[in-house]
């Protein structure tokens, strides 16, 4: 066999390796912002939530006979080892996800199909073959790095599949965080429905994937934030109500400043309170809209539930070249190339890559405590070397205490009992509206009387300072009172609550004691 010459070989692969290049499509996504140490790990997981159920009845109206409860298909991207020899996944991996969202069962020889129709809805086919040949920077089931790593829950935007942000859950990844997201279902359909129920469901999928982070050795669950993108970005702020482990939100352009009418019908009953909202929130904007966008678009301009945010350390991030679908790298990727109009892809990637900069340093400030990157948080933007054309920063520091009976009790341990009335007007002052819950605070001075009377009295004295027309909050100062040895005050007290209501017969009863055994 004839010996090639060594120099012709090498000019062969080059040759060979160039044309390769040549011939790979080229995406129009490339994140451009730099990894972080870390290689990573992707798994999926499908599990059911058998506390809900899914879907009655199928497409053409028959009974499900199978598996009703609640499918979650679970994706994670986490921190791993990873051999030399091992070669990373190629995006078709994730496309093939779509097939499976809701249903974990459907035979091999149907996914194909299935993944087709979910592109061609979404109106993607036409990029299909180009991305699926894109290398990622995950790797398949490889095995996870010993530690624990912060963990980010993603909320995808409306109906969206879970990797619609893949490109970000692998940076975040690589800087040492695990990310699990599951897809943006309705309550009983794929689709997503824009109420109350739909919120409702999203937000039990999030509950869902933090009660399973227990199972993931490597999850810090002490630091827990949600990221959500449009739609997700409503239903994570109805998370953080519920859930106060999660310490940091962000929105990526999210649905909470634009549904106007629909926070407002979730205040009115109650399901959001932003008095009690005190994560640390990140909110990336996409370029300011005119009147007559948004009156357009019928959102409503009237309210902003983020004007009413006084408790968390609050990050208003705007790129006035980025649009909306611009925050989903899914949707980059696959965008069609007369849509880049006002940007080229390049310029596109380039905003992108500084918001993805600005959500790991947030990150990295409030879930490891990172003092450099909330400087850089708090820096204007051109000390961060950002082009000064590609965003602007606001920000505003919490107030403290919050008007809800947590924060304001560990103010009260941190400052002293004594200083609660002291406390409260000073809250007041920041905000007029400050108050909290008389009947939990009355529950509260009643649960510290078995530890010590005097901590009882100056919460039944702040109660009476925020409710000074209710009856029971001076009863229950007089009883606490009368406890800690101080007669005099009690009996001022409860004849007080008698003058607000003189059908009070606790009162009746404790007057005539105290005041026969007066001297």
Not at 237 to 256: K, Q, T
Request: proline share 4%; aromatic share 12%.
């Amino acid at each position: 066999m004839k010996r090639v010459p060594l120099l012709i070989a090498l000019s062969c692969n080059l040759a060979i390796a160039s044309l390769t290049t040549a011939q790979q499509p080229k995406s129009n996504f490339t994140m451009e912002a730099l990894y972080g140490p870390h290689s990573v790990g992707f798994r999926v997981v499908l599990q059911y939530d058998y506390t809900r159920s899914y879907r009655r009845v199928d497409v053409e109206g028959n009974l499900v006979m199978g598996e009703r409860a609640r499918p979650i298909q679970t994706l994670i991207w986490y921190p791993a080892q990873v051999d030399k020899s091992a070669k990373p996944m190629l995006y078709g991996r994730y496309l093939d996800l779509l097939a499976t969202e809701d249903n974990f069962t459907l035979e091999e020889h149907k996914r194909e199909a299935g993944v087709m129709s979910r592109l061609r809805s979404d109106y993607f086919l036409k990029n299909y073959e180009r991305e699926k040949v894109q290398v990622t920077r995950a790797y398949q089931d490889a095995r996870p790095e010993a530690g624990h790593f912060p963990v980010v829950v993603y909320a995808a935007s409306l109906s969206a599949p879970a990797f619609e942000n893949s490109d970000l859950c692998e940076y975040l990844a690589s800087h040492g965080y695990l990310v699990i997201a599951s897809p943006d279902m309705g309550a009983h359909t794929r689709g997503m429905t824009q109420d109350l129920e739909g919120i409702a469901a999203q937000v039990g999928d999030i509950e869902f994937l933090i009660g399973y982070l227990q199972k993931i050795p490597e999850a810090d669950l002490s630091h827990i934030a949600v990221a959500g993108y449009s739609w997700g970005g409503l239903t994570n702020m109805f998370a953080a109500m519920n859930d106060d482990r999660i310490s940091a939100l962000v929105g990526l352009d999210g649905a909470i400043r634009y549904r106007a009418e629909l926070v407002k019908q979730a205040e009115d009953v109650k399901l959001l309170d932003p008095n009690k909202l005190t994560a640390a929130f990140l909110y990336l904007s996409s370029k300011p809209y005119t009147m007559e966008e948004l009156n357009q678009l019928k959102w409503g301009t009237s309210y902003s539930f983020m004007n009413e945010l006084r408790y968390n350390d609050y990050y208003f991030v705007q790129s006035p070249t980025m649009i909306h679908a611009e925050f989903s790298s899914w949707f980059i990727r696959f965008r069609e190339d007369q849509y880049f109009t006002e940007s080229s892809p390049a310029e596109v990637c380039q905003s992108f890559g500084w918001m993805a900069r600005y959500l790991l340093q947030f990150l990295n400030a409030y879930l490891k405590n990172d003092a450099t990157a909330l400087q850089f948080l708090k820096n204007d933007p051109d000390k961060n070397s950002v082009p000064r054309h590609l965003l602007t920063v606001d920000m505003r520091e919490a107030f403290h205490p919050a008007a809800n009976l947590p924060d304001f009790a560990r103010e009260l341990a941190a400052q002293g009992f004594d200083k609660a009335t002291e406390i409260y007007e000073k809250a007041k002052k920041s905000n007029p509206a400050f108050k909290l819950d008389e009947n939990a605070v009355n529950h509260w001075g009643y649960a510290l009387m078995d530890i010590g009377p005097s901590k009882a009295v100056a919460v039944f004295k702040l109660n009476v300072a925020m409710y000074p027309e209710s009856a029971n909050t001076y009863d229950s100062l007089a009883e606490a009172q009368e406890a800690a040895g101080d007669k005099t005050g009690a009996i001022a007290n409860y004849h007080k609550s008698l003058q607000l209501n003189a059908d009070n017969d606790h009162a009746k009863g404790r007057l005539k004691e105290l005041e026969s055994a007066k001297p």
